[in-house]
């Protein structure tokens, strides 16, 4: 099995390079963990507790589970992925049977802050988007797909979200095996990768 790990800022491109990857490749023989599927469970939070959490801090995500999905895969065993709400800032009860592929892509802002987690990762990819493009992308998909609004998002924004990023995030770009500049389309970098994973398969 190769694991590729692909993190980057929030709004960076991160889904829909995964999205542009999968194409043309073989069904079946992908698979996707995405980290936002393990943020910690918060059934016994209040919604007005829930909308507090700094979900841009590493301790937000449940990283054990994680890993042992993750290990699990590689030995062969299929884990059911926790779906995740946005809406309600918590899991939704139900999961995802994902099945071991050759090929499994494991995306999210802060996968390679875990070091148990980056060491798993035969390919580490980092997607670099400048903060202002990504903070543009943030506030028309969170308002469009995350029911949020303009307030929510940049408050979040000005008092988690950016520092988090500065400490935590942007500083495991120096992990990275490959960095993929993604202020525009970068269908050259993708191509790359899709060839890395199509050499895998054969
Ligand atoms: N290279 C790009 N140029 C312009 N918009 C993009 C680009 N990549 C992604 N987007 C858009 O930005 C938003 C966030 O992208 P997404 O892939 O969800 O980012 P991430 O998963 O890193 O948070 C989406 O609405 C997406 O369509
Ligand atoms: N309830 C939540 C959980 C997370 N977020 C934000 O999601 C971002 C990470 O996801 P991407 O798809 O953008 O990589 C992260 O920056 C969290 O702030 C949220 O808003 N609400």
């Not at 829909?16 to 194409?23: A, D, E, K, M, R």
């Not at 999961?95 to 995306?107: F, G, L, Q, S, Y």
């Not at 988007?129 to 308002?143: F, G, H, Q, V, Y």
């Amino acid at each position: 099995m190769l694991i590729i790990g692909i993190a980057g800022g929030t709004g960076c491109g991160k889904t829909t390079v995964v999205n542009q990857i999968l194409t043309q490749l073989p069904e079946g023989e992908v698979g996707i963990i995405s980290q936002d599927s393990y943020y910690k469970d918060t059934s016994h939070l209040s919604y007005d507790e829930r909308i507090k959490i700094n979900f841009d801090h590493p301790r937000s995500i449940d990283f054990d589970l994680l890993e042992q999905h993750l290990k699990d895969l590689k030995a062969g065993e299929s884990i059911e992925q926790p779906v995740y709400s946005f809406v309600k800032h918590n899991r939704t009860g139900d999961t995802i049977k994902t099945k071991p592929r050759k090929v499994m892509i494991v995306e999210g802002i802060l996968i390679l802050t875990h070091p148990e987690l980056r060491e798993m990762f035969d390919i580490k990819i980092f997607v670099h988007a400048d903060s202002d493009e990504r903070l543009i992308r943030r506030l028309k998909r969170d308002i469009t797909e995350r029911g949020r609004d303009i307030d929510e998002v940049l408050a979040r924004y000005q008092n988690t979200l950016k520092p988090m990023h500065q400490q935590f995030i942007q500083p495991m770009m120096e992990y990275a095996d490959i960095i993929i500049p993604n202020n525009k389309y970068n269908t050259v970098a993708v191509d790359i990768v899709k060839t890395i994973i199509n050499e895998k398969l054969q």
